[in-house]
């Protein structure tokens, strides 16, 4: 990954002499973006920036233009995540680059060429129900190749508050808690209250009608009656990861 230290490590081996200067300059070239064709540019300076590389959104893009940015990416950094992501970006992508892997729960393309890098504790993941998983497992993904090992408690959702309290001593030693519901998105409240630490609610779109693709429970999490609770948008699950990686990150620096 092109991060602070890689840098830092090609510049010295430009001073003793091991690494030429052109050499250098062909490695820090595409730093700022590299074009891809006339419809990516890709920013190779957000690991440097953030700490991790850019995330391809599948989403909306056709399986080449998916295989072609993936690609790119995975040239320059040892982990690489595209989320929400079909079966047919995912073999296209194949098609380029063979190492990519598919987690189908999850919908996410992913390269990690660091499978027994050291994993920072500190992060509890919970989901209401199991129609909540493909939320849940991309976040725990996500959090996953950002270096953290999310706890995961599932299917504890407010129908049967008694599964909840059953894992509450291991939640509460969490430095930072997501909450992934759908429905009316209660859920958050009810960690909300029981726990010390920030807590994360993803509502994601799981519910009849009147949940309205989940409006409803975005709703009831942002008029949240428990203190300290954030909320992200309708499934961003990768979102939440992102956030609760940051705080957990500045957990014991």
Not at 82 to 104: H, I, K, M, W
Not at 108 to 130: H, M, N, W
Not at 195 to 213: E, Q
């Amino acid at each position: 990954m092109l991060n602070e230290q890689t840098i830092r490590e090609l510049l010295e081996r430009v001073a003793r002499g091991s690494q030429t200067i052109d050499d250098a300059v062909a490695t820090l070239r595409h730093l700022p973006y590299e074009p891809a064709g006339d419809f990516a540019k890709l920013d190779h300076h957000r690991a440097l920036r953030t700490g991790f590389p850019e995330t391809v959104f599948c989403a909306g893009k056709t399986a080449e233009q998916t295989a072609e940015i993936f690609q790119r990416l995975a040239q320059r950094n040892s982990r690489v995540l595209g989320t929400r992501a079909s079966a047919e970006q995912y073999q296209a992508t194949r098609g380029l680059v063979p190492e990519v892997q598919f987690n189908q729960l999850a919908r996410a393309l992913y390269v990690d060429r660091e499978p027994d890098r050291q994993r920072k504790p500190g992060i509890a993941l919970v989901a209401a129900g199991t129609s909540d998983l493909p939320v849940a497992e991309e976040c725990a993904l996500t959090l996953d190749l950002m270096g953290h090992a999310p706890r995961r408690t599932y299917d504890v959702g407010v129908a049967g508050l008694h599964r909840l309290l059953h894992h509450l001593p291991e939640i509460q030693k969490a430095n930072v808690v997501i909450v992934v519901a759908g429905m009316e998105g209660a859920l958050p409240s009810v960690v909300g209250g029981l726990v010390s630490c920030p807590v994360i609610a993803v509502p994601t779109s799981i519910g009849y009608g009147a949940s309205f693709g989940g409006l409803a429970a975005l709703l009831g999490m942002l008029n949240s009656c428990a203190s300290g609770v954030a909320v992200v948008n309708i499934d961003n699950g990768y979102g939440a990861a992102c956030l609760a990686a940051r705080i957990n990150q500045r957990i014991g620096e």
